[in-house]
């Protein structure tokens, strides 16, 4: 607390323990010169536009931000833009804010912003390319420099929450930068609340608040980044004080996070669905043996009475009570109630290892066959540990299931080779709806309307695309959730990919320090307050 000459007259009038009590509380406020976050999963890249995968994007939004933005609520929101209005049932008008100005001090205009919507397409080598949420555009006027008109091909009433994906960088810094530039601060030219300052890779991010920012100036001057996977050593850098905050208090140490009164534990039910995507799409698949380890001639994949066995096989409720520690909510669709085109007729799938088992002799496996089940072990809440207890699961019923865990960064570029035959993956609706899962993961290839491009193991329906297809272009939201709907419930009832449950997402602090938890999971620096 500052002494001022008007507080020093209040401050005569007070004890010796006052005086300390006020300073105490006021200590936060003094220490909010530097935050220190634990992060549980690196990026892969520092290109804001190279990859569309979680870990990325958490880092990008302390530095680049999109012309519309999402709440903690994942509702839609201003962001570079001001405003927006639908001129005609194609085209859309964004004006800018005036005045923004990127870190290297020159000012964002509908240039860059036309810049930032034609790059995506442009990168190559991408595992997820961003430009599934560009795809829609086929025109773009500059009609003033703070004012840009956006034009779809057909009505597409999800061009708003494509946006909240596509970050604004300057055309003048990433021009003629390759991707892997950007790790060592070439291109990190933003307008978000933080610059770059370093980057060591799987380790730590350095960032310095943007005392120049357009919006809320955040509480740290200071920040760092630093990756630590292992839960149980990002919790003890937390009670050792290396760092303030976290993410995703490991679920073993719940009962003593929330015991403990130096701490505050924040959480939030999450968008993300954690879920099996199984290969339907190839007579043999690589990964699928007899129970001698023989590979087999007939992928039994191919039966969808195999893969109803294997969502019976799984406890999803012993799931959240034993692995999860209650920070689950099993389902069988791809969000949660809570988001646009939630299916309530797709209920959870019940726990019968009896009628799995039935299922497997009618399709011809009595004695069931072996598979391995590939999963991240460094990305979702308990990932490796999940897919352990469903191979246990599986091999009750006959499927004698093995685990392979890989690192994030190595899991999705075997995944998008499609080296797998059955894989555990988590996915959030970034566009706050159900259409962000179905393109991205259930929709047969379809590049050119962005289609498909998570779909690693080539599942395909071409109802589902044709029902998706209307759904996008259909502005009626009673009518478009109904489409999205019936979408939704081909790929489940196909098995095409099977929910395991949404997660809930957990942040720990400091005494002292708040946060506002998000549906996103999105962990922001900027959002951490000091109380």
């Not at 608040?209 to 740290?220: E, L, S, V």
């Not at 071409?462 to 109904?482: I, M, Y």
Request: proline share 6%; charged share 25%.
């Amino acid at each position: 607390m500052p002494v001022t000459p008007s507080s020093r007259f209040v401050l005569r009038g007070l004890t010796a323990a006052a005086i300390a009590t006020l300073l105490a509380l006021s200590a936060p406020l003094a220490g909010a010169q530097e935050l220190k976050l634990a992060m549980s999963s690196p990026p892969t890249s520092m290109d804001p536009h190279f990859y569309n995968l979680f870990s990325n994007l958490n880092v990008s939004d302390h530095m680049f931000e999109p012309l519309v933005t999402m709440d903690a609520d994942s509702r839609i929101i201003p962001g570079l833009a001001e405003s927006w209005t639908l001129v005609n049932n194609l085209t859309w008008e964004f004006k800018l804010r005036k005045g923004v100005k990127f870190h290297d001090g020159s000012e964002m205009t509908a240039e860059d912003v036309a810049w930032s919507i034609d790059r995506p397409a442009t990168i190559v080598g991408s595992p997820g390319k961003f430009d599934v949420y560009t795809k829609a555009v086929i025109n773009k006027k500059i009609v003033d420099a703070h004012t840009i008109r956006l034009t779809t091909k057909e009505p597409y009433p999800l061009l708003l929450s494509d946006l909240t994906s596509i970050y604004m960088v300057s055309k003048n810094a990433t021009q003629g930068l390759a991707s892997d530039d950007f790790a060592s601060g070439k291109g990190m030219v933003g307008t978000g609340s933080y610059k770059f300052v370093k980057f060591l890779r799987d380790d730590r991010i350095e960032l310095e608040r943007n005392d120049g920012y357009w919006g809320k100036k955040p509480a740290w001057s200071k920040v760092t980044l630093r990756f630590i996977p292992n839960g149980a050593t990002r919790l003890a850098a937390l009670l050792a004080g290396d760092v303030q905050a976290i993410e995703n208090v490991p679920t073993p140490d719940l009962a003593r996070v929330r015991s403990d009164n130096s701490i505050g534990l924040f959480s939030k039910v999450s968008h993300r669905v954690i879920f099996l995507y199984p290969d339907t799409s190839r007579d043999k698949s690589p990964f699928v043996t007899d129970k001698e380890g023989k590979p087999l001639d007939k992928n039994p994949m191919q039966d969808k009475r195999v893969l109803q066995a294997i969502s019976m096989a799984i406890n999803r409720e012993a799931i959240k009570e034993r692995v999860m520690e209650g920070l689950s909510e099993p389902t069988s669709n791809l969000v949660p109630a809570t988001l646009f085109g939630h299916n309530p007729n797709l209920k959870v799938v019940k726990y019968d290892p009896e009628g799995a088992k039935k299922l497997l002799t009618a399709a011809g496996y009595p004695n069931g066959f072996g598979i391995t089940i590939h999963t991240p072990n460094n990305r979702y809440i308990n990932d490796e540990k999940i897919t352990q207890t469903i191979a246990q699961m599986l091999s009750r019923v006959g499927i004698a299931a093995k685990v392979e865990g890989l690192p994030m960064s190595v899991y999705s570029s075997r995944g998008a080779k499609r080296e797998y035959s059955l894989g555990l993956l988590g996915w959030g609706a970034q566009t706050g709806e159900v259409s962000s899962p179905l393109r991205a993961l259930a929709a047969c290839d379809d590049p050119a309307r962005g289609f498909g491009g998570f779909n690693w193991l080539k599942y395909c329906n071409p109802k589902l695309n044709e029902l998706l297809g209307k759904a996008l272009n259909t502005v009626d939201d009673k009518e478009r959730s109904k489409l999205l709907q019936e979408a939704t419930a081909i790929v489940i009832n196909d098995g095409g990919l099977i929910p395991i449950h949404q997660q809930v997402t957990t942040w720990a602090t400091k005494k002292g320090i708040s946060y506002i938890a998000r549906t996103d999971e999105r962990t922001h620096a900027y959002e951490f307050k000091p109380q």
